[in-house]
């Protein structure tokens, strides 16, 4: 039987915080996948053009990344090794997303140069998600 380390309040306290930021990207996901005519209605229409334009390869990534993001963050909370494997496919789900946002669209023109704080702050995230999975299983955290 192998011995865990146990965690710090830190520990404790930036899994909690990155549950309530993918559960927030759930939420989003959520929202726009079952966005009504009301809703759509209060969008811009050049912003509402590229929502209705993603590809549907665009959109599994975009629910691979809040999905697997809530998921990895549960299986922190609950101390698994799996959370690093998941919080990995999360974040490339992230970076596929982006790619195709900033590379294949013209979500820049549409959004402007504000509508690259959110998607860095997101890939930040992912990427320090991964990291810090990765340094609790190896300390010992995670089992």
Not at 100 to 106: A, C, E, G, H, Q
Request: contains cysteine.
């Amino acid at each position: 039987m192998a011995t865990t380390t146990k965690p710090s309040k830190s520990f404790w306290i930036i899994t909690v915080l990155a549950l309530i930021w993918n559960a927030m990207g759930v939420l989003v996901y959520l929202g726009q996948a079952f966005m009504t005519d009301d809703m759509k209605a209060l969008i811009p229409a050049d912003q509402l053009k590229l929502i209705e334009n993603t590809p549907s390869w665009v959109t599994a990534a975009f629910a691979i990344a809040v999905w697997f993001g809530l998921l990895g963050c549960i299986l922190l909370l609950v101390r698994k090794k799996t959370a690093h494997k998941v919080l990995i496919i999360s974040l490339l789900g992230v970076l596929v997303q982006t790619a195709y946002s900033f590379f294949m669209t013209n979500a820049l023109e549409v959004y402007g140069n504000t509508g690259l704080i959110q998607p860095i702050i997101t890939i930040l995230i992912s990427f320090y998600l991964v990291f810090f999975a990765k340094k609790a299983e190896n300390s010992g955290i995670l089992a």
